[in-house]
């Protein structure tokens, strides 16, 4: 293809007119760049071109740190261009790239076009904002924004004896989605309400808002960082989020906001799997999610918090699956639930793997071991269609399925007879987490609660939980395997796992994530501050280094590990990461010594 025809294939290039794309084709520069070349340098001279991608790639860094990544097709530096400021990032080609250049004064005459400027110009002045605010980056990836960043009005207010007609006339020439109604507490109304509780129930244009508004109105506070709002607005599945200060409400932001990055947005995807069709499947969805986790990795959003926007999605997911296999096979014949463990009961998975999860329903009623069986099937099948492998070891609903009363006899056995396989049950399914179903977990709930109440039990546990240890080897090296590589999961993220879990089995808490297991057992007095941030560091550490080279072979087209070549490390990085094995193995030994683990026998 010739570059000319590349350009004019590639928006917002289609909008030129044939004489605009000429100019361009006789000013175009073409330069091939290895991979590592700096094209641009942060707080260096104004660019004096416009970058078009033909091949490769590149990432915009801030003091070395990924910000972000544009591949073919895709324009850079353009807020310096038109500034004339300095760049806010440092250009850095990802691999070897080939960069068309078009010159400063042939772009300036191409915005003369304003369906092309319109590209470029659009949002120019909230780049320009942020290019004056220190180490933010300049895209809406920056998770740790404060979310009134991205307010684009103050608040709106009718009162509550306002009718529906006036509401929405006031939401139409704002060009808003939703309006506050000035009651005590504050309410709020939206274009939604207006369609499913007036007129789809035929009210008439006079009814007062008070009688359909949401009150009290959900808030959050103004300097949440934009990565909080997403989870909230994920977690609680609220499309329109209320940001108050002091108490007082200062704006507010919608899932639209939040939508910025299309298809790589968990917005996007959840939005997707909520409108999930019947037989339709979702069989690009783990691809989308990793496409997801690569957004919010390099927005700089921390690794235990992509587990929980993660988490979120694949909930939707199961319950949008649960929800119509109930409509094709009929109501369930009794309450049940549907749970998850591993890591996805803990809430951190990010890539998807292989499933975890069970069904426990109410009690043995006629037709419910049919009717459970075929729902088991339908939803696994589903899953792995998604993306998600069967569980190698069988852990998965359609074995592992049977009333409450079992449920709690089981979980009672594995605690009064903790034989090695009773263990291995024990630490899979204490994780759990209901996701779906209208039935009360409690019971299994309190039972596990109470089963640090068993001394010896936890002592097993403990013994279990030195079971994969570091892999360290004489003098404290890191001991490589055949390949050059450390398995970073059964050497480090495993086993701090499983000292949490323990902690948390002592201290009678049910928090399922790793990090608020050992911060709940710090505040039970089972383990010292001290204690738990080194596991929480070393933790975070281990996640983020994983996931790094997880989203790297996955961008590769490689199979996706659990391990890293050491000598692909930094030598920070190598140092970081055997300071990390040597609390992991002293916190092994320091449990060891604690629950007397040599005394087992």
Request: charged letters at 25%; aromatic letters at 8%.
């Amino acid at each position: 293809m010739q570059p000319i025809d590349f350009i004019r294939s590639t928006p917002p290039f289609q909008q030129l007119t044939e004489e605009e794309l000429q100019q361009v084709a006789r000013a175009l520069r073409i330069v091939r760049y290895p991979a590592g070349t700096v094209i641009l340098a942060r707080n260096g001279p104004p660019s004096r071109h416009l970058y078009l991608i033909r091949e490769g790639a590149v990432r915009m860094e801030r003091d070395g740190q990924p910000v972000m990544v544009l591949e073919e097709g895709e324009c850079f530096d353009f807020p310096s261009l038109l500034s004339q400021q300095p760049p806010i990032f440092d250009v850095v080609t990802e691999e070897e790239s080939l960069i068309y250049q078009i010159p400063e004064s042939v772009f300036r005459r191409l915005l003369q076009n304003p369906a092309f400027a319109e590209h470029f110009l659009q949002g120019l002045s909230q780049r320009l904002r942020r290019a004056a605010i220190p180490d933010r980056p300049n895209f809406w990836g920056d998770f740790t924004s404060p979310a009134e960043s991205l307010i684009q009005r103050s608040p709106l207010f009718v009162p509550p004896e306002a009718t529906v007609a006036e509401a929405a006339r006031t939401m139409h020439q704002a060009n808003i989605s939703s309006v506050l109604i000035s009651s005590d507490p504050p309410g709020i109304i939206t274009v939604r309400d207006l369609r499913s509780r007036v007129l789809a129930q035929e009210r008439p244009p006079d009814t007062p808002v008070q009688e359909v508004m949401s009150v009290p109105v959900k808030t959050l506070p103004a300097e949440t960082p934009i990565y909080g709002a997403l989870l909230w607005s994920l977690e609680e599945q609220i499309h329109h989020l209320v940001l108050e200060r002091e108490g007082t409400i200062v704006g507010v932001i919608t899932d639209t906001d939040l939508l910025r990055h299309q298809t790589k947005n968990p917005l996007f995807l959840l939005e997707r799997v909520r409108q999930l069709e019947p037989e339709k499947g979702l069989p690009e969805y783990a691809q989308e999610v990793c496409a997801t986790v690569e957004t919010l990795f390099r927005g700089g959003l921390e690794v235990a918090q992509i587990g929980r926007v993660v988490a979120s999605l694949n909930d939707a997911l199961i319950a949008r699956l649960l929800h119509l296999a109930e409509e094709e096979l009929g109501p369930p014949p009794t309450p049940y639930a549907w749970i998850v463990f591993g890591s996805e009961g803990r809430m951190e998975q990010t890539l998807l793997t292989d499933q975890d999860n069970a069904l426990v329903y109410a009690a043995e009623v006629p037709g419910a071991a049919d009717y459970f069986a075929q729902l088991s099937q339908r939803v696994i099948q589903q899953l792995i269609q998604a993306g998600f492998p069967p569980c190698p070891g069988g852990y998965m609903a359609t074995n592992w399925r049977r009333p409450l009363d079992q449920w709690l006899r089981l979980f009672q056995g594995w605690i009064e007879t903790p034989e090695p396989q009773a263990l291995v049950d024990a630490s899979i399914f204490f994780d759990f987490r209901p996701v779906y179903g209208a039935l009360d977990l409690e019971p299994l709930e309190a039972l596990c609660a109470r089963a640090g109440e068993h001394r010896i039990f936890l002592a097993h546990m403990a013994r279990l939980a030195t079971h994969f240890q570091p892999p360290l080897g004489f003098f404290r090296r890191i001991r490589q395997d055949e390949e050059g590589k450390v398995d970073l999961k059964r050497g480090g993220v495993a086993p701090i796992v499983a000292l949490a879990r323990v902690y948390a089995l002592e201290s009678g808490v049910r928090a399922r994530p790793t990090l608020d297991r050992l911060e709940a057992a710090v505040t039970a007095g089972a383990l010292s501050r001290e204690g738990a941030e080194t596991l929480a560091e070393a933790f975070r550490f281990l996640l983020h280094l994983r996931l790094r080279e997880q989203l790297k072979s996955w961008r590769a087209g490689e199979p996706v590990e659990n391990s890293v070549k050491l000598d692909a490390l930094s030598n920070l990085e190598r140092r970081h990461l055997k300071e990390a094995f040597l609390a992991i193995r002293e916190m092994q030994a320091a449990l060891e010594q604690r629950f007397q683990v040599g005394m087992l026998g």
